[in-house]
């Protein structure tokens, strides 16, 4: 309970009337008192209001969870988790609940002019205060981390779009529950203790943070994604229309070192200025006569700028990225090379260029474990092997990061890709839809070694389709040339279930595994790692990753050269 002396007694003022001082200290400092008889601390209507909102809340999240359930996952729209309903549905309930708590638990008491509160008399045991106040700590704990947060995932999933009507009601009822009953955490927190320490820098710097995560948020990919060199392809399925001429990436190095010292000088920027405006705002903002709504108004503007510095910082780092990736200015110089072809759809290329998703852990994760975008993290596994070399998508102006890129012309792409196929050390394929991508499997089922191919699965849909598309390609070509000598078509097996875990965190992570074959193209799964130690340093991961493929890595690093082509 806050220790209140003779200059903060309220004296003179009418039931219900409130005082506020803010006082200058490194935090806003909330002083509220009140002059009144025996009465509940918190008023009646806010538990009304508490409970209404959680009711609320509770309605939104059965709606969202019922419709995430229903909604096809063939549809292209951004997913926003159920977790985001889940948590305002989290804070609302815990809001109701303290109000209601502490609403009966403490009790007004008047001495002369001073009016303050303490426990009732049949609560005011050791337990019951244990109780109280780990139920302040957490009232605290979810202002700042559940709420702010929320608030700030909510806000960026509404600016972002790609929501469906229902899911928008439901975000902005999600919006306006949370920050409603963030706003009675604080009220029943000033009228109980009559103080309120709020770092608003850090409650911005949570808000922003959130803001930041919802914009990273993958777009989910159609399980009807188009072909890699559709001319005719839907652009909202992420395949770029392009002419009949393959368009080379245009890059230009020097461009691209220059946007790299202005990144990182922007960058740099924009995390001292993060470290020193709160640290201003908390010596100056308290000291001045402003109102107490000003304040967090000033916490934002203080952040922003360098949110944004670091952001176009991290932007322009990845386009000097792109500037100085190499390309290869003619896929004929891999004659004799020793190299691994890396094919997939084009569509899946803007899913790709996302950074993959944190490794869960319990306050141990780095953001040095998994560097740069989903390609990126691929291409690392097999980099120990040989270059990784892939065909460019025609059109685009800057090659993604990841693999080296080689550009061909729309038409006529077939007789240089199934020469790039057999003379690869191996080929990486992506196992997704699309008749480009179905023509390249069944030319490596023509022309390659079994050992050489991989397939890379990456979800149970896109994998399902991909074999359709397959079996489809193979009977078209098969009975098209009935002349040639064509092996049978592998049997690909539905992806087991992972294995039952009873220790460690599950990785919900989109690599579902690889599908290797022997020399009777009989295919063999290799599942990714579902779960990761609780407690870890910032190298755990990657040995995990590197023990988990080895089984797939180890006997393709043995295999002997190509042969050379005719």
């Not at 998703?357 to 306050?363: N, T």
Request: aromatic residues 10%; glycine residues 6%; proline residues 8%.
């Amino acid at each position: 309970m806050h220790d209140l002396g003779e200059d903060d007694c309220v004296t003179g003022l009418p039931t219900g009337q409130t005082k506020v001082n803010t006082t200058p200290d490194h935090f806003t400092r909330v002083v509220i008192l009140c002059h009144c008889g025996r009465m509940s601390p918190i008023p009646s209507n806010f538990m009304w209001i508490a409970f209404i909102a959680a009711l609320i809340q509770a309605i939104t999240t059965v709606i969202h969870v019922g419709h995430g359930r229903t909604t096809s996952k063939s549809i292209p729209h951004r997913e926003v988790p159920n977790r985001l309903a889940a948590l305002g549905l989290v804070v609302s309930v815990f809001t109701a609940l303290s109000i209601a708590i502490k609403s009966y638990a403490w009790e007004r008491r008047e001495l002369g002019t001073l009016s303050f509160y303490v426990i009732r008399d049949e609560l005011d045991a050791t337990f019951f205060r244990v109780a109280l106040f780990i139920l302040d700590v957490a009232a605290q704990m979810i202002l700042y981390f559940p709420a702010a947060m929320l608030l700030g995932l909510i806000i960026g999933s509404l600016v972002v779009g790609h929501l469906d009507r229902n899911q928008i009601y439901v975000h902005i009822a999600t919006l306006v529950m949370t920050a409603t009953a963030s706003v009675l955490v604080v009220v029943a927190e000033v009228c109980i203790d009559g103080v309120l320490l709020i770092d608003w820098p850090f409650i911005a710097f949570l808000v922003i943070v959130g803001f930041d995560v919802a914009l990273e948020i993958p777009v989910e990919q159609s399980s009807e994604e188009g072909s890699r060199f559709n001319t005719t392809a839907n652009p909202d399925a992420g395949v770029l229309v392009v002419d009949s001429i393959g368009k080379r990436a245009y890059q230009s190095p020097s461009l691209g070192r220059a946007l790299t010292v202005l990144g990182w000088t922007l960058a740099a920027l924009g995390l001292s200025l993060g470290i020193i405006f709160p640290a201003l705002y908390r010596d100056l903002v308290p000291k001045a006569d402003f109102p107490l709504w000003v304040h967090p108004l000033l916490a934002f503007v203080a952040l922003v700028p360098s949110y944004l510095l670091w952001s176009v910082g991290n932007v322009l780092l990845k386009q000097g990225r792109r500037h100085r990736h190499r390309i290869i200015p003619s896929l004929e110089e891999l004659t004799g090379e020793h190299y691994l072809l890396y094919l997939r759809p084009f569509a899946i290329d803007s899913a790709m260029a996302l950074p993959p998703d944190e490794a869960p852990g319990w306050l141990m994760r780095s953001p040095f474990e998994l560097l740069g975008t989903h390609e990126e993290f691929l291409v690392r596994q097999f980099r120990g092997l040989g270059r990784i070399v892939a065909i460019g998508q025609p059109g685009e102006l800057l090659p993604a990061l990841g693999a080296e890129r080689g550009y061909l012309p729309v038409d006529n792409w077939k007789d240089t890709v199934s020469r790039l196929i057999q003379g690869a050390h191996a080929v990486i394929m992506m196992a997704a839809p699309g008749p480009g991508t179905a023509w390249e499997f069944t030319e490596a089922l023509r022309t390659a070694t079994p050992t050489r191919l991989l397939l890379l699965v990456y979800g149970e849909e896109i994998y399902h389709a991909f074999r359709e598309d397959a079996a489809e390609e193979y009977a078209a070509r098969s009975s098209a040339a009935p002349d040639v000598n064509w092996p049978p078509l592998p049997q690909l097996p539905d992806i087991p279930p992972p294995a039952p875990y009873t220790k460690g965190l599950r990785w919900d992570f989109p690599f579902e595994g690889i599908l290797s074959f022997d020399n009777q193209w009989r295919p063999q799964f290799t599942r990714f790692l579902p779960t990761v130690p609780r407690i870890r340093h910032v190298w755990t991961i990657r040995r995990l990753v590197r023990r988990e493929l080895d089984p797939v890595l180890g006997p393709l690093s043995r295999l002997p050269p190509a042969p050379p082509l005719p």
